[in-house]
């Protein structure tokens, strides 16, 4: 059986806190480790202190998905520990070239239909995210149903692409517990985000198409607990996934009245009319994302076509 500890590790981004895991079985092992900054490095200490532990005692750090709240500590405290740090093949892709992933977004947004100035105060914003990821250096790649053995326990990765494509969840078949990092989250549904593919130039994986399959084939699994990312742990499980149901179902209809308005539209105007007074460019960012979620899985279900023009991306009704 595992033995684990719940570590909350500060973070200046709009989803707050970050949950990490601290499993005490031999070799003792943190799932995720919270974002590089000094505020952050000294909460993770104290927390260990707590639970009788120090950074050296770590032997293993296993990586969600590559989001600066998930992994940038993640090298800093291999330094000091040694410890050997996992992470998927696709994640690992884009955290060791980032600028490139950002103007390859940028250029995506742009298609959809942003304007100059936002997608300039949105790689600003990007790169502030940025300064709180210290480059992963020497990782071990891994990918779906990978078993990590612990003394008395045994935990699997499941990938479930999705809010990042190469999201890896942690499943102890013997107690029915899953780490689910971003892919379930104790507070709020969770955003598949638009994401260039690191290894495809100009290629966009239908990020929520993927993301409905992935949580389709989490809600077969026996789960008993949900150990999120952000938020608070998950046990009533049936209602979890029927929530996070209800809300997608609830925007795609949303999406697809708006849709009856006119014949085209553009990304940018459909986030602009689900959305009209958002604040921050992130927001819009995840807007569009979300929109284009929804937009792939209209078209998979044949209500609407996308269409490539020579001014931009189009959106249009059958
Ligand atoms: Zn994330």
Not at 154 to 179: A, D, W
Not at 251 to 265: P, S, W
Request: proline share 6%.
């Amino acid at each position: 059986m595992l033995d684990y500890e719940t570590l909350t590790l500060p973070t200046p981004f709009p989803a707050g806190n970050v949950k990490c895991y601290l499993i005490k079985n031999d070799p003792v092992t943190l799932i995720d480790c919270g974002i590089y900054s000094l505020e952050s490095l000294k909460s993770l200490k104290e927390q260990l202190t707590c639970f009788g532990f120090k950074i050296k005692d770590i032997k293993q750090i296993l990586i969600t998905h590559a989001h600066p709240d998930h992994y940038g500590l993640a090298s800093t405290l291999q330094l000091d520990s040694g410890a050997e740090v996992y992470i998927h093949a696709d994640e690992m892709r884009k955290a060791e070239n980032p600028t490139l992933l950002l103007n390859r977004t940028s250029e995506y947004l742009a298609f959809y239909g942003l304007s100059e100035e936002l997608r300039s105060q949105l790689s600003d914003h990007f790169s502030w995210e940025l300064g709180f990821v210290h480059p992963l250096e020497e990782v071990i790649e891994i990918g779906d149903a990978y078993t990590f053995t612990f003394e008395e326990a045994e935990l699997r990765t499941i990938l479930t692409p999705g809010h990042t494509m190469g999201h890896l969840c942690f499943y102890e078949k013997s107690s029915g517990l899953l780490f689910s990092g971003d892919t379930i989250i104790g507070n709020f549904a969770p955003s598949p985000v638009l994401e260039p593919s690191p290894i495809k130039p100009y290629f966009r994986d239908q990020s929520l198409v993927k993301y409905i399959d992935s949580l389709r084939r989490l809600k077969d699994l026996p789960l008993k607990l949900i150990l999120p990312g952000h938020g608070g742990q998950i046990v009533d499980i049936a209602d979890q996934f029927q929530r996070v149901s209800n809300h997608h179902q609830k925007r795609k209809k949303q999406i697809n009245n708006i849709l009856m308005e006119r014949n085209e539209f553009t990304p940018y105007e459909i986030a602009c009319k689900l959305w009209p007074k958002f604040k921050r460019p992130i927001d819009m960012y995840l807007a569009i994302s979300e929109v284009l979620g929804y937009i792939d899985m209209l078209s998979v279900e044949g209500e609407i076509r996308q269409e490539e023009t020579a001014s931009g991306f189009l959106i249009l009704r059958k």
